[in-house]
């Protein structure tokens, strides 16, 4: 594991500042991606999507906490993994993250107060701005990290939703019943 830029944010540290969350969103490209986007010879977009994220989101949807997406671009890919994993709250093709927040709130009746948001490059600041808990991956750029009240330990795209899904979850007490499931 690399070195924290900011270990104060540490999300393992600061699963008290977690308990209030009722509900998480997140972008996708850097987030729940590397942030590389690939292109066939078709010109069809291709993502890599890692299954431990997946397997995150899944745990806290089965807990009763809403997991959506806020994205600026718009995907096959990205249909197709939100539909795997039965996420409801997609909203792709977003030009202005933080005016949307209200919408959402207003859909789930969660206050953006209760929500946390994991972002990783300028256009999720607005966003990150307005809801009760801001999350950095490790590798955002600095103007998003300083943003977060939280940063992951792991990089977009390779395990930092999963970090945030299992420290909501702990934060809730709810890690050990699930994984007693298993």
Not at 40 to 58: C, N, P, T, Y
Not at 90 to 115: C, E, H
Not at 144 to 150: E, G, I
Request: glycine share 12%.
């Amino acid at each position: 594991m690399t070195e924290l830029l900011y270990p104060e944010k540490s999300v393992d540290a600061n699963l008290e500042g977690l308990k209030g969350v009722r509900m998480l969103l997140m972008d996708v490209d850097g987030v729940l991606t590397d942030g590389r986007i690939v292109y066939d010879a078709h010109g069809q977009e291709i993502k890599s999507f890692s299954v431990k994220d997946g397997m995150g989101l899944r745990l806290l949807m089965d807990a009763g906490i809403p997991v959506g997406i806020v994205t600026g671009r718009s995907s096959g890919a990205l249909q197709h993994r939100v539909k795997d994993l039965g996420i409801d709250l997609l909203f792709d093709g977003v030009t202005d993250k933080a005016g949307l927040l209200n919408k959402i709130s207003q859909q789930t009746g969660i206050p953006a107060g209760s929500t946390a948001f994991i972002g990783d490059d300028l256009p999720d600041i607005p966003i990150m701005k307005k809801v009760g808990v801001p999350i950095a991956v490790a590798d955002a750029v600095p103007a998003v990290l300083a943003a977060a009240d939280l940063v992951t330990a792991a990089k977009g795209g390779h395990g930092a939703v999963r970090e945030v899904c299992e420290a909501v979850l702990k934060s809730h007490g709810l890690w050990e019943r699930l994984v007693g499931k298993f």
